[in-house]
């Protein structure tokens, strides 16, 4: 994504998990929004994390499925998501890696 709305995200739920005292004396020490994907394009050249809703659809004969909905916007400031270089993606991923 073209913004760090998720990590802002996470670590404000983090946050505010511990304020709250959520899980009595066991601190939360990551939360993580798992409707996300690292999309491809055909020649794997470029790459993109995207967020999705999953959707429920109810069908008339009762039947119940889930679709994925994939956000061309980011879902909390609503800057466009834009195709980026796999080498961009793997070097921020790289960077962003907690080192023991």
């Known amino acids: ?3 760090n709305c998720l990590e802002i995200i996470e670590g404000k739920m983090c946050t505010r998990f ?8 066991n ?4 939360v993580s929004i798992n409707e996300k994907a690292l999309m491809f394009s055909d020649d794997l050249s470029q790459s993109q994390i995207k967020t999705y809703s999953t959707i429920k659809i109810e069908l008339s004969n009762g039947k119940k499925k889930n ?4 956000h061309s916007y980011c879902p909390w400031c609503g ?5 980026e270089n796999a080498e961009t993606i793997k070097q ?3 960077s962003s890696e907690v080192k023991p």
Do not use: F
């Open 1 to 3: 994504m073209n913004c």
């Open 18 to 25: 511990n304020e709250q005292n959520r899980y009595g004396k």
């Open 27 to 30: 601190s939360v020490v990551k």
């Open 67 to 70: 679709e994925d909905l994939l």
């Open 79 to 83: 800057k466009k998501i834009e195709n």
């Open 92 to 94: 921020e991923t790289e």
